[in-house]
């Protein structure tokens, strides 16, 4: 597990090395090209400085501008007792020294994302329509695919390469932008020598425009869909039920609502894209997430619930080489797969389901009778009746 | 004269850096084992605490089950006897059976099952056992690592040197893993 | 959340961990989506075709959109209001309806589904 996340920050500063050296390519282009010859490294200043500020910005304050972008509520365990007891087993299942945070946003679609860029200030965010959809064993594979993020440092990864590819995407669009409107001064003053460097330079420059961006945003997905399949064969060991997983991943892509709260950037780091639409979702370089299907599929296959199982079922599934770091199939333990509680399945979802609007009303001010017959009223803030009735008894409850 | 002092003496700082190296990464490994076991501990714990209230509520509804919660008490007193930590993980084990056959017997007494402590405990309980699960997985792979350390050259040398033992492995006897109470909800 | 029939706030009664809305109005009763998949199960979802009514169109409670209006249950006697999207609209008496339906042609439900019509919506009358 070590070794593993020492390879996950090499990959990471490797990342950052490249696509900064694009940044700052893209950055002293553009110099050269509106400032003319000689203005390169004050292009690339501006662009260190739009580089660091972002990245400041995000490494102190994403997580918070995330959870509250999502409209994301702090829980604790008297509010959701299993959720909150599904985040402590995964915290021990992923040996993490520290239970993150749990939040939950009020949205009927379900979905599910790990913020917070330490393990030790991490916090795991679930939807309600999530909770109401899932048994506790689909909340147990989800909240371990969460917690694998956490574990293996991808938030950190995501966020660089995040920024990273945001603030090429900017100065790009800047680029262009001013040369649409103003165009370089090579062309305009500089009429005298160097005739044929600006105009490479100019080239140069349109074309790290166009470009830079596309490449910066292949990079990004390219390194978070990967990142996806180790979450998804790291949630596969925790909790030893691929099965789990494979059928939350399955109702989540089936569900028709669209989550709100969401943007282009944020994508990524929930289970499964919330901007595409279910089934669409196709296997190329612009997606942030491999296909759903051939995710359920390759959890469906495993023969076992460790990561060479998981190696193994890929390349069947896809006939590729393989998609696992070597790091993490050295280390595997061949666990072996545990029986899910197929008959305990509905029983636990309605348990869920009802401790979540519970926790919903209880945040929106409904009054709670609790009828001698056994049934629980329910009774929002604007009810404008001045009694209720219980439907199985008769009995009316007055409001006054 | 002075040269080959200096190889000599430069081998022996090299020997020293390198045992020293291998004395802290054991330490290291050491802690790493205690802080696993911690984990395991704390769940073991809230489970010993947890038993007297399921206990004090299915006692009017299980009233003929006698033998049952007899054994989960008397599983229990033994986990607060022992005292070393192999003695301890042989008696928790039983404690596992033990509260196994309790759930098992709670199937066949609808109400007890629809009373909301009883599943607010259940859940406890069961949400207890599959912590004490995955930090005991969590815990033998770190008691791997360590005795892997401590048994293989050139770590058995240092480990010999200043007393590094191997760790116990937290197992499950088959009783216990068969009796094992499964996630339910009802 | 308001009755898509009578637009007054409705409140929310569960028993045995199952939940619906009630207006205290007209007695209608709303489903939830979900609520519903837990009760009656995505493998065996009940018997629906789209019905030709005149009763009024009825705005989704909880997104706005118009509902569908169906008949379920095995006779397909019982007409329904669906989004497709957030759930299912009862009017007074037609759970008890579908109930009665489902007792007649002998159609077995989730032993809670059971539990929850016959405890809140029983059906009273002979066969």
Known sequence: MWEQIAANRRKSFLLVVGAALLLMALGWFLGEYFGGRGFGPF?????????????????????????????????????????????????????????PAVYVIDDPAPNAFAAGRRPENAAVAVTSGLLRQLNRDELQGVVAHEMAHIRNRDIQLMLFAGVLAGAIVILAEVGLRGMWFGGGRSRSRRSSGGQDGSAIVAILAIALMILAPILAQLIYFAVSRKREYLADASAATFTRYPEGLASALDKIARAPQQLGGVTQATAPMYIINPLKRAGKAAANATSTHPPIDERIRILRSMAGAGFAAYEESYRQATGKQGVLPGSALKEDEARAPRSGEPEARDASRRTIARQVDDFFYRQGGYRRIECACGTVLKIPPDFRAPRAGCPRCGAVHELG | MMFPLLIVLGLIVLLVAWGVGIYNSLVGLRNRVKEAWAQVDVQLKRRFDLIPNLMETVKGYMSHERETLEAVTQARAAVGGAGSIPERIQAEGGLTAALGRLFAVSESYPDLKASQNFMALQEELTSTENKIGFARQFYNETVMNMNNKVQ????????????????????????????APKVKFD | MKCPACRVPMYAVEFKQVEVDLCPDCGGVWFDRGELSLLLGVERPLETEPA?????????????????????????????????????????????DLGRDLRDNEVGIDPALAEFLNGVFPVKGDR
């Not at chain 1, 995330?66 to 995964?90: H, R, T, W, Y």
């Not at chain 2, 293989?152 to 009796?179: D, L, S, W, Y």
């Open chain 1, 43 to 99: 292009g690339l200043g501006i662009a260190a400085v739009v580089w660091f500020v972002m990245t400041l910005f995000a490494y102190y304050q994403g997580d918070q501008v995330m959870l509250s972008i999502a409209g994301a509520k702090k829980v604790d365990k008297a509010d959701l007792p299993i959720l909150f007891n599904v985040v402590e087993e995964m915290t021990l299942a992923a040996g993490l020294s520290r239970m």
């Open chain 3, 52 to 96: 030709a009514t005149d009763e009024d169109a009825r705005p989704c409670p909880l997104c706005d959109k118009t509902m569908d209006k169906l008949n379920i249950g095995p006779s397909l006697r019982v007409l329904v209001d669906r989004c497709p999207d957030c759930g299912m609209w009862f009017d007074r008496r037609e759970v008890e």
């Open chain 2, 152 to 179: 293989m050259f050139p770590g058995n040398i240092v480990a010999g040197m200043f007393n590094f033992k191997n760790e116990a492995f937290f197992e499950v006897t088959e009783e216990a893993q068969r009796e």
